[in-house]
Each structure stands twice: as C-alpha cells, then as structure tokens.
C-alpha cells in the first residue's frame, strides 16, 4: 500500500474518532441539562468542548475523559493529514 494512502486512511479514521467524541460531549452536555444548537453544531464544536470540561471540572475536579479523546483525535487527523500531503509532494 501506498504511504500517501496510509497516512490518508489514518487521518480519515482521526476525522471520525474527532466527530464522534464531539458527539459524545454533546449528548453529555444534553444530559446535564445545557442547550445545544443543532444548525451550527459543526462550528460550535470547540465551544462544546469547553463547556464539557468546565463542568467535568467542577463535577469531579477532573476533566472529562471524552474531551482529551476530541483533542487527540483532531491532532492526529491533522498530523497525518500533513504527512500525507508531505509524501504525497516527494
């Protein structure tokens, strides 16, 4: 397999743990009785993910563990993402 492909597939898989980890901190933010905006909830993503550490935070003086998986994931996206345009380019 190609290492351009590789890296691609890696940073797709990174996309998708990213949304669905983000998900997740919604529908925790929903439980707990927060308003979501469903029309902007793609844009609203990182204003979610703060408002589920700040509670997490003060629930548990800990951060939720859902909001380090968004954050790892949208960094591994974004690294392999780069790596596969850098192969790409030599």
Known sequence: MNLTIFFA???????IWFIVSGMMMVN?????????????INAM???YAHQYKKIT???????GHL???WVIAINIALV??????????I
């Open 45 to 47: 993503f990182p204003v």
């Open 57 to 63: 935070l003060e629930e548990t003086s800990r951060v």
């Open 28 to 40: 925790e933010l929903m439980k707990r009785g927060e308003k979501i905006n469903f029309v902007f």
């Open 9 to 15: 597939i890696i940073a797709g898989v990174g996309v």
């Open 67 to 69: 909001f380090y998986h």
């Open 80 to 89: 392999f993402a780069v790596a596969a345009i850098i192969s790409k380019v």
